[in-house]
């Protein structure tokens, strides 16, 4: 919508407080089309307003300081519905629909499973899932949460960003400055002058790579490798386990081969996979961790063309355990828990959103991982 030719800012909110103040209770739709703005214009005026004491934010809207306070997930006033000016919705009425908006990197591997997970526990709440695929790129996530941040009737995202980089720096900042209740998946991310922290549900992939560590340590291996994908955003976190458990068990890292190499989709990949194995050759080492699966399959196939036995001579843990199972041998892994990252990033917007207090504190919740122990480790 065109914000010109319209009332200055400070109009535009006096506009919202006298409305409220005839209503009662307001809608972020309601108001953007009365004011012919867009409906971030809208949320921004708001979190200022109630930022200075005037009025009080709850879930699609806004309510006069002292005045009626919105029930939120539990069936108060939304942009969805109409808000009565005193009391709960009436025994009996249809309770508005929360309305989610979701985007993730891609729509195969790893999310699905995620996805699955939102969508089960938002049908257990009656709330909608809008799912959007993006393609690891900050501009097309950008795009997709532009989009579904200015429909009236969405009420909180759930999203797993680009983070790194300038392009995924300068996503993160537009998140943060969108005031959108919204909960990171698989991410974390914070900034400004104290380094605020965005609400988060995450694996503990520095604890699973750990895990996978220690099983293979039990079994008496010392030279213990680390290969991974150089885009990942999950590599330096299972780098980060992976090193720390070394170093717990007094595994010189100085020793220990560590390499970060095109995804096996790249063209360079068989070359880069030769050269691992290469080096694995020459720094006798007897264990790898290789993140992802797809790469660890490629990397025993090519083992066992080359005379290398698995796990006789390379003991190999995969992470991810997406199809690790399909390998021949059967791949030991690492399984992050991703239905149990979607339910409890789910629970954590609703959460957010039942709570109208602006000053609710941030919360991070991380989710342990599990190994699970196949022929590619142990004969």
């Given amino acids: 919508m065109s914000e010109s030719p319209g009332p200055l800012p400070d109009e535009r909110r006096a506009q919202v407080v006298e409305l409220l103040r005839r209503r009662g209770v307001v809608r972020v739709g309601d108001l953007a089309t009365e004011l012919d703005v867009s409906v971030i214009t809208i949320r921004r005026d708001i979190a200022l307003l109630s930022s200075q004491g005037l009025i009080r934010r709850v879930r699609g809207g806004a309510v006069l300081r002292g005045g009626p306070v919105a029930d939120t997930l539990a069936g108060g006033e939304t942009e969805d519905a109409p808000a ?50 993006a393609s690891y790129r900050a501009a097309d996530e950008r795009h997709h949460l532009s989009r579904l941040i200015e429909s009236a009737g969405m009420d909180g995202l759930l999203v797993a960003p680009t983070t790194t980089g300038e392009d995924g720096q300068a996503l993160v900042r537009w998140l943060q400055e969108a005031d959108m209740p919204m909960v990171l998946i698989e991410r974390t991310a914070a900034s400004g002058p104290y380094h605020e922290a965005m609400e988060s549900v995450v694996s ?63 063209p360079e990949w068989p070359k880069a996979l030769e ?104 004969s």
């Fill in 275 to 378: 050269n691992v194995i290469d080096q694995c050759v020459a720094s006798e080492t007897t264990a790898l961790l290789v993140h992802s699966d797809p790469e660890a399959i490629n990397l025993v196939e090519r083992c066992q063309e080359r005379g290398i036995r698995v796990p006789d001579d390379l003991a190999i843990v995969a992470y991810d355990d997406e199809v690790a199972e399909l390998c021949d041998p059967p791949l030991t892994a690492v399984r992050p828990p991703k239905m149990a990252i979607g339910r409890a990033a789910f629970g954590l917007l609703a959460a957010r959103l039942a709570d109208p207090d602006p000053e609710r504190p941030t919360h991070r919740v991380v989710v342990e991982p599990t190994l699970i122990v196949r022929s590619s480790s142990v």
């Fill in 84 to 133: 009565p000016q005193t009391g709960p919705v009436a025994a009996g009425a249809e309770r508005p629909q929360v309305t989610i908006g979701m985007v993730v990197p891609s729509l195969n591997y790893y999310w699905p499973d995620v996805i699955r997970g939102v969508r089960e526990a938002a049908a257990a709440a009656g709330a909608r899932v809008v799912l959007r695929g």
């Fill in 204 to 266: 503990d992939h520095a604890l699973g790579a750990g895990m996978a560590v220690r099983h293979l340590v039990e079994l008496g291996h010392r030279r213990i490798g680390l290969i991974t994908t150089i885009q990942s955003p999950t590599g330096p976190h299972v780098r980060q386990g992976w090193r720390q458990a070394c170093e717990e068990f007094g595994l010189p890292l100085a020793d220990m081969l560590d390499v970060s190499t095109v995804d096996q989709l790249d």
